[in-house]
């Protein structure tokens, strides 16, 4: 058992280290080019995230797992992405980047199982739950439900996150971070799909509300 396991465990250190080497080598320069602002939802969003959990965010252009990997730039991020890009010759850089594929017209139980392996082994696994770029709007797009599954399947909190779009390529970047959403201490460790929809849009309303507070007048930011 233990020589079955020994490859599968250098198989996941490489691409752990291949995943750090690039993050290092970019922060500084994304530090000084993108210029990034922290913003919070409240005191206990400041907390950093530990165990599994799902991290969600709007999405408005293909930078954007770049942008929520600054945002929680202290924990590496298992982005759930379409198989396709699995079956592209960039396929390697996704596996490297612990990329997790799915069939979005068709998801399996295998994938939900993938998903929530992760989760239960202390992952961070994020996704843009618009399930599609929303252009540069600023607005957030319906929430799909798909999330919530994830969710409660791995037994993992959903951290909600707001990235503003940027107007100017030189404009500064700036991310807004709300507190976990505990979908079992709001319905129970079984709602039902009536309650799986009102948490899909009880996450789109909290995404506004992140959106709201780079509204407010620079006083009233937190």
């Not at 465990?9 to 970019?26: G, H, P, Q």
């Not at 709001?186 to 509300?209: C, N």
Request: charged fraction near 25%; charge should be positive.
């Amino acid at each position: 058992m233990d020589t079955e396991k020994r490859p599968k465990a250098k198989l996941i250190s490489f691409r752990y280290l291949v995943y750090d080497f690039v993050k290092i080598t970019a922060a500084l320069p994304a530090l000084l080019v993108l210029r990034p602002r922290w913003y919070y939802e409240s005191p206990a969003a400041k907390k950093r995230i530990r165990g599994g959990a799902v991290v969600i965010s709007n999405h408005y252009g293909f930078f954007d797992p770049m942008y929520l990997m600054l945002a929680i730039w202290y924990r590496r991020h298992h982005f759930v992405c379409g198989k396709e890009f699995f079956e592209s010759r960039a396929r390697w850089w996704f596996k490297s980047f612990l990329c997790i594929p799915v069939d979005r017209q068709n998801f399996s139980m295998s994938s939900l199982r993938a998903i929530s392996d992760e989760l239960k082994q202390g992952s961070l696994v994020s996704l843009f739950p618009e399930g599609h770029i929303n252009g540069r709007e600023e607005n957030v797009g319906a929430f799909k439900s798909g999330m919530v599954l994830m969710a409660l399947q791995g037994k993992a909190p959903i951290v909600p996150v707001y990235v503003q779009p940027k107007k100017h390529f030189y404009s500064r970047s700036r991310f807004v971070i709300g507190e976990a959403v505990d979908i079992t201490g709001i319905y129970g460790p079984r709602p039902t799909f009536t309650q799986i929809g009102e948490v899909a849009g009880l996450l789109k309303e909290r995404e506004d509300g992140l959106r709201a507070i780079l509204e407010k007048p620079k006083g009233g930011r937190r």
